[in-house]
T-cell receptor
Framework: DQQVKQNSPSLSVQEGRISILNCDYT??????FLWYKKYPAEGPTFLIS?????DKNEDGRFTVFLNKSAKHLSLHIVPSQPGDSAVYFC????????????????FGQGTILTVHP | DTAVSQTPKYLVTQMGNDKSIKCEQN?????MYWYKQDSKKFLKIMFS???????INETVPNRFSPKSPDKAHLNLHINSLELGDSAVYFC?????????????FGPGTRLTVL
């Protein structure tokens, strides 16, 4: 049972346009969400996070939106650049509500983003 | 200077063999993790150690045994390898055991069981 899902395996975007990556979760105990970025032959690197007490968090070109009622989050990249081409993983944890599981991250399967020049 | 390193990067072996994957971090972190990326590309937590104490132990066959000789190292030993063990295994570390603490990942070890 996959509690975090990224239903788009890939996304192709023109340089300068907006990239929107989506993530859905099923576990209502999740209260902390993260996005990781992964280049080939490297491990994932942390990009941005959001707590369930917020519905938006922004860091430069990257913004994460959280819709708790829909159990949905999205990552917006504006403007997209060719260097953003990578696999993006969504992850979630039950930080405040998970008891001793507050260190555990549940990841989605990733979305391959390709930004064309 | 690599922050989280894993050896080997690639491992090809026969069914039934025993193998180990090593992980080292030079970030001074107190928590280390092993993840498995399966054929469907999901990254799944297997184990986590905090100050050499096992704190997360997911439903993993007991053929998998993590060993943490010190805070900077977390090795993964796999006995009696099976075809289904073929995957990419990632090691990670963080300062602190909470999900708020950023996890730094190694480059992964691609294990192929023939």
């Amino acid at each position: 049972d996959q509690q975090v899902k990224q239903n788009s395996p890939s996304l192709s975007v023109q340089e300068g346009r907006i990239s929107i990556l989506n993530c859905d979760y099923t576990n209502s105990m999740f209260d902390y969400f993260l996005w990781y970025k992964k280049y080939p032959a490297e491990g994932p690197t942390f990009l941005i996070s959001i707590s369930s007490i917020k519905d938006k968090n922004e860091d430069g070109r990257f913004t994460v939106f959280l819709n708790k009622s829909a159990k949905h989050l999205s990552l917006h990249i504006v403007p997209s650049q060719p260097g953003d081409s990578a696999v993006y993983f969504c992850a979630a944890s039950a930080y405040w509500s998970g008891g001793t599981s507050y260190g555990k991250l549940t990841f989605g399967q990733g979305t391959i983003l390709t930004v064309h020049p | 200077d690599t922050a989280v390193s894993q050896t080997p990067k690639y491992l090809v072996t026969q069914m039934g063999n025993d193998k180990s994957i090593k992980c080292e971090q030079n970030l001074g972190h107190d928590t280390m993790y092993w993840y498995k990326q399966d054929s469907k590309k999901f990254l799944k937590i297997m184990f986590s150690y905090n100050n050499k104490e096992l704190i997360i132990n997911e439903t993993v066959p007991n053929r998998f045994s993590p060993k943490s000789p010190d805070k900077a190292h977390l090795n993964l030993h796999i006995n009696s390898l099976e075809l289904g063990d073929s995957a990419v295994y990632f090691c990670a570390s963080s300062q602190g055991r909470r999900s708020l603490n950023e996890q730094f990942f190694g480059p992964g070890t691609r294990l192929t069981v023939l």
